[in-house]
């Protein structure tokens, strides 16, 4: 066993957009394990966009990260030393557990299940269809025969949207300039109106999709991720411009955060694994090389370089 | 019988504020009876803030109501003649059938139940505490032990909230000018944060409060009638400017409309009645006199000018 590890440590907090000076690769010398401990070597490091929320001095539902401490993140590894009785040197569970089957996965069945609770003949949209999160809603939908459009960056993602995922649409927002111009769009994709919306990303997705919304809507807030590096007192591009709709179709928008629903994770899991098991649930990664990868990997992941889970290989 | 009757027909469309200009008093010809129906001497007429959205020709929860006919709005009155054999002549209830056990009280009662179900401990905010509807929320939660705290417009209303209503607290709006201080006041009065928000006015009060919610919060919009005369195209002064806090604290926002929900008529209207019997909810009116002075009487409405409850003497 090496008698030091690498870490990732919060040099500085951004103002706006991440930079990779806000971030320090240290080696730091191999603790001694205490009783009720074990030592994992870790093979895969997941990158999320609620990380961000940490980078900030500011209340939000996870505690700011602290300034020269190791960066929080999750990762699936091999148990190579236990002083804890309870857990053994068997193989944890790799990449998937970070994905489809773990954290974005149950985000992505939470909100699908205990938020939208779409019918029959209703219609779902999504954002960030090609993401860790939209791609794994779009299916359960599908996968629940239930009409599904997704919203997505570039005709590479939404091919794939369509395609591999089986979305009915999937809408390039890219393509067009202003809110309601993309409204059309999805209208053409929802000729029926919009009766569950999923959001990832928020600003002007979030504002054309809300004009859409058929009565009983109901929209899951999950991220907000265009205005993640909206520095503080600028107008945040995901205000809700349009608040008489909450009036006109009596919808509802709830926000979550997947941590606080526990409780459910072996039933969302167990159901999640079923479905990539059988091939019924596909998703995709894009895997960075090495720790000291993880800063672009993050920075590009914020601006939707990524496509699929953004993992990084240790 | 009179061989005529009055009626305030809708004679053009505000753009903006409501002005007298666009309504007629007008004269027309009794009807006779066909089978089936009734006449009705009307005693009241209410006065509601709904009637400004449909007079609107857009999109909402109401159809418009069209140029040139009878202005539609709820009465009490008696049965002076019946081509209808399931109605017998006797006595409609009067006044409160359109307040507290009625219509605005109904919105109240579903509101309070079946979107903030606050429970023992939580604080409840309540905007246009001392209207028709707020009043009755508000004493909703002070009758379920449940801490309450009104905004309202000036210190005669704050007075009547607390000292006749039962309010834990009230804040006059009007003293704080901008959404920070109003959020400071609030904070204030409410020092375990915001479990429940019940909104009937929207703009600088909806947007203090969402800064105030603790996790898993319910913000009910009932109205937002500080955005019911902004001319189309201008920024409502209710647009949500802090969606981030969806995430922070994973509230939930419902829009609602008590027509929607007809078949919770006669459980909430029982006990509503139960409540004014046994003398825990009281509820107070602003009488116009005259058919004619509906037009005025509707516009100071709109501005806050009432003092609980607007009807019309006919």
Known sequence: MSDSYRRIVLASRPHGWVTEECFRLETAPMPALAEGE?????????????????????????????????????????????????????????????????????????????????????????????????????????????????????????????EELGFDACIDYKTAALPAALAAKISAAAPKGVDAHFENVGGDVLNAVMTLLNPFARVAICGLIADYNTPPGQLPKSAIMNPGMFLVARFKMQGFIVSDHLDLWPEGSSALAGHVAAGRLKYRESIADGLAAAPAAFIGMLKGQNFGKQLVRL
């Not at 909100?111 to 949209?125: D, Q, S, Y």
């Open 38 to 162: 074990v030592r994992v070597h870790n093979q895969f490091l997941s990158l999320d966009p609620y990380m961000r929320g940490r980078m900030n001095d500011a209340k939000s539902y996870a505690m700011p990260q602290k300034l020269n401490e190791t960066m929080g993140g999750a990762t699936v590894g091999t148990v190579v030393e236990s002083r804890n009785a309870k857990v053994d040197a068997s193989k944890i569970p790799l990449s998937a557990y970070l994905g489809a089957v773990g954290m974005t996965g149950m985000t992505a069945w939470y909100g699908f299940n205990r938020i939208l609770e779409p019918k029959a003949g209703e219609t779902v949209v999504v954002s960030a269809a090609a993401g860790a999160v939209g791609s794994v809603v779009g299916q359960l939908a599908r996968i629940a025969g239930i009409r599904v459009v997704g919203l997505a960056g570039g005709p590479d993602k939404c091919r794939f949207v369509t």
